[in-house]
């Protein structure tokens, strides 16, 4: 177990190092990043765009909204995307040394969490500052919505990756799915503007409840839908557990295959 | 240490990745199966080294890559007990933009070494590779002897029980060759294992203690390495039979009689292609055709693998006639008692003509009839082109130089 710990730390390393390799700012454009986007949402959105949100004249207000929204789910899809792609993007290690093909993309999710946890922190810090409440107990619940949607991004990543070893059109196919979905989750909307008829499908998307969890946490400062997390947190394992069951299933196919 | 237990690999063959799909979607078979494998069984014991022989596609690869677990078997298992390292692995994730030293801890992980494990080792491993100062700059700087020595210094500092060596050892220089080669005996002697995949029959002999022969998938041979070494050349010598000699890669002449087999023959009187120096080497040239031929000449020439010619010799050279009738065919031998030419590969060229040479009358003229190889015998070394083989004293005498 030892020395696979080591093999993703160090995967991971080499992962952000190579990110910033040859830059002259180089780790600190992972403050960068989201520091720019931040400014996007609150400022220009939310003072010259004069998005609001229903109900709330305060000027951040949606700022804050899109941005705690945009936050967790561009980590998600970043992670679910790389995943999808880890055993073709990495197969000249793959094809070399023996490796645990479940385990290996597990470095992905500490690569991707750096960027999260800055642009996380910077958030809580605006959130505070323009006077919303935000108590302990949501940052707690924070961490575990979080976690639900990274294995909810590993659970599908995973099952992406092993079959898009045969086809590799499933990646182009998952990126174009990942846009739509991202219009059918509120993000940069309120669910409110949605027609009726159209609720019990969107009610299907995962993310739609990841995403209205940190809403309830970041502005609302209310009660989260625990029932609603807890299925989620069921199905994100469940899904978890068939991905691997299946990748181990066929892994000598796509063994051969890589 | 490992033991191999009747493994079958099959490989499924696509014309191309969509031919996958459909075989889903329309439920029937797109693909061809090449069978890699069929039931191959060893057991390699501590201490123990194996050589794999076979010619390319025998199956020695996919053979290594299941040992290594990069790829699974189709049926039956492979147990490993202890640590396996590969040298297939040679400089896996080097990133040229970062030192040398960074790269090791980056290398190191692939090779199951934890963080601690490589600070305990990093000055060993940075000796060994004799890279000195050039440690921290970064690795694209290198010369790819330099990258090779610190791949294989780490690689080596794995500590693993068993290492599978494939043909890495034919890169870097001599110098360092040697000092691997030197580190592979002291490894061995310290009761560890090694699996050796080489052309390099000579190492073969040297290293291992037991070789086996694949051929198209099956363990042809196993047992003593020398005996390997037999079998795999009367194989090579088979199979290029197989394929009729004299389909000549370059021919001539104007073929009134023509040379119909050259063959290349040990002492026991067996094809082979495999002779250590100083060994007895027969080579038989068959002819035939159509009409009487009162006087003629029969010659041969070995090259080197450069194409220098290393012997040449015919029957007119040595006096010895030769005629031919048109109702036999004709044999001539060129036996050779002590073949004493330095370590490699040769080539035969045969060639029927008139008189000493053949710029007059060419009737058939061979190049590459045969090929032969020349390994050094155990414990008897000697270096460059031919074997001489001096006897040397060593005395005591009155000095010459004032002192």
């Not at chain 2, 400089?91 to 090791?104: D, K, L």
């Not at chain 2, 220089?173 to 310290?190: G, M, R, T």
């Not at chain 2, 079998?231 to 021919?251: C, F, G, I, N, P």
């Not at chain 2, 190049?367 to 001489?388: H, M, N, S, Y």
């Amino acid at each position: 177990m030892r020395p696979s710990v080591t093999l993703i730390y160090e995967m991971a390393r080499q992962d952000v190092k190579d990110r910033f390799a040859g830059s002259v700012l180089g780790g600190l454009w992972v403050f960068v990043w989201p520091l720019v986007q931040l400014f996007i949402y609150i400022i220009i959105f939310g003072k010259f765009m004069g998005g609001r949100l229903p109900g709330n004249s305060e000027v951040h207000a949606y700022g804050i909204y899109v941005a705690s929204g945009l936050i967790p789910w561009t980590c998600f899809v970043n992670t679910l995307l790389r995943t999808a792609r880890v055993f073709t993007d990495k197969k000249h290690i793959i094809t070399k040394i023996r490796v645990k093909l479940p385990l290996f993309p597990l470095y992905i999710q500490i690569t991707e969490f750096i960027p999260f946890i800055f642009s996380t922190i910077i958030l809580i810090a605006l959130t505070v500052f323009f006077g919303f409440q935000l108590s302990f107990k949501s940052i707690i619940l924070l961490c575990f919505v979080f976690y639900i949607q990274q294995v909810l991004s590993l659970g599908l990543g995973l099952l992406f990756a092993t079959f898009s070893v045969f086809f590799k059109d499933l990646n182009e196919l998952l990126s174009i799915a990942v846009q739509l979905l991202f219009w059918f989750t509120p993000i940069v909307y309120t669910k409110g503007i949605l027609p009726e008829y159209i609720m019990p499908f969107i009610n299907l998307n995962p993310m739609l409840h990841i995403v209205e969890a940190m809403h309830q946490i970041f502005i609302y400062n209310a009660e989260v839908d625990s029932a609603r997390l807890l299925i989620i947190f069921a199905l994100a394992h469940i899904l978890l557990a068939i991905s691997v069951y299946i990748l181990r299933k066929i892994e000598t196919d796509v063994r051969d295959f890589i | 240490m490992l033991t191999v237990n009747n493994i079958h690999k099959s490989f499924k063959l696509y014309k191309k990745p969509s031919d996958r799909l459909k075989e889903i979607v329309l439920k029937k078979q797109f693909h061809r199966v090449y069978n890699a494998l069929n039931g191959v069984s060893f057991t390699l014991s501590e201490g123990q080294s194996i050589g794999i022989l076979g010619e390319n596609g025998a199956g020695k690869s996919t053979l290594l890559k299941l040992i290594m677990g990069i790829i699974l078997p189709d049926s039956g298992h492979i147990e490993r007990a202890g640590k396996i390292t590969g040298l297939l692995e040679l400089g896996t994730g080097f990133n040229p933009e970062y030192s040398g030293r960074q790269n090791i801890y980056f290398n190191g992980a692939f090779l199951n070494l934890t963080k601690k494990d490589i600070d305990n080792k990093l000055e060993e491993i940075i000796d060994f590779a004799e890279i000195g100062d050039f440690i921290d700059e970064p690795l694209k700087t290198y010369s790819s002897g330099m990258t090779m020595r610190l791949a294989f210094s780490i690689a080596i500092h794995a500590n693993p029980k068993c290492l599978v060596v494939d043909e890495a050892l034919s890169v870097g220089d001599v110098y360092f060759q040697q000092k691997c080669f030197d580190w592979l005996k002291n490894f061995k002697e310290s009761g560890n294992s090694f699996v050796f995949v080489s052309h390099d029959l000579n190492a073969v002999k040297m290293f291992c203690d037991r070789s086996i022969v694949l051929n198209e998938g099956n363990v042809v041979f196993d047992g003593q390495p020398e005996d390997a070494v037999e079998h795999y050349s009367m194989l090579m010598a088979q199979k290029r039979q197989d394929k009729s000699t004299l389909d000549a890669e370059a021919w001539d002449g104007n073929r009134v009689i023509s040379i119909t087999s050259c063959t290349i023959l040990n002492r026991k009187n067996n094809e082979c292609s495999t002779f250590t120096a100083g060994d007895f080497l027969k080579i038989t040239i068959h002819a035939e055709g159509d009409t009487d031929i009162p006087n003629f000449s029969v010659g041969i020439m070995l090259r080197n693998r450069f194409g220098q010619e290393v012997y040449g010799i015919n029957t007119d050279m040595l006096k010895i006639p030769v005629s031919y009738h048109a109702e036999h065919g004709l044999d001539v031998e060129f036996s050779i008692d002590n073949l004493n030419l330095g370590p490699g590969l040769y080539t035969v060229t045969a060639a029927l003509h008139d008189g000493s040479h053949h710029l007059d009358v060419c009737y058939h003229w061979v190049e590459r009839a045969g090929k032969f190889e020349v390994v050094i015998e155990d414990g008897k070394p000697f270096t460059g082109l031919v074997r001489l083989t001096p006897k040397v004293t060593a005395n005591a005498t009155t000095k010459i130089l004032p002192s």
